[in-house]
Every structure is written in structure tokens, then in C-alpha cells.
């Protein structure tokens, strides 16, 4: 594994589920699961649903510390019309994905 910073904070969910591995990786799971898709109806939906969308993305990103999605959706949950932090969140959460599926 490398040394530089990843898409989840590994050190915060440990914190969050209690050092213990095998939950760690089933809330990975779910939130996986969560964003699957969302990058595509984030950008084609309208801006209240996106505002919304943005806002529970928030939440459930900093739960697993996936602090870079979280802080992108937060900015989209201010500025909905924001294609380019659109597109940079749809970018994070298939990075994030795909580093959590290296994990399973």
C-alpha cells in the first residue's frame, strides 16, 4: 500500500468502527453502494436534488473518511450549478470506489 494520501482515511473509519476490520469494510461496502450511480444522477438532475443529493453524500463521506468527496459535495451543496465540482466529484467518488474495492 502506499505511503501517500488515499481517497479514505483509513486511520478515521478505524476510529469510527473501533479497530474493528471486518465492519470497517462493510461500511466501505455500503458506501460504495451509496455512490454507485450518483456521480451520473448528481449531474443530471436539478438543482434542488442535487443540493440535497450533495448534502447527505457529506455526511456519509466524512462517517467514512473520505474527506476529499465529502468537502467537493459541500461545495456543490452551495453551488449546485458548479459543473466543474460536478465533474470533480463524480472523478472522487470513482477513485474512492475503485480504491475500495482493492481493499474487499
Do not use: W, Y
Request: glycine share 8%.
Amino acid at each position: 500500500m502506499s505511503t501517500g494520501p488515499t481517497p479514505v482515511d483509513l486511520k478515521h473509519l478505524s476510529r469510527q468502527t473501533m479497530g474493528d476490520q471486518a465492519l470497517a469494510l462493510e461500511v466501505l461496502g455500503m458506501f460504495r453502494r451509496q455512490t454507485e450511480g450518483l456521480g451520473e444522477r448528481i449531474r443530471t438532475t436539478d438543482l434542488q436534488s442535487r443540493r440535497e443529493m450533495a448534502h447527505a453524500l457529506v455526511g456519509s463521506a466524512r462517517g467514512v473518511g473520505a474527506m476529499e468527496i465529502a468537502a467537493c459535495a459541500a461545495g456543490i451543496e452551495k453551488e449546485p450549478a458548479d459543473e466543474e465540482s460536478i465533474m470533480r466529484l463524480v472523478s472522487l467518488i470513482h477513485e474512492a470506489n475503485e480504491f475500495i474495492s482493492e481493499l474487499s
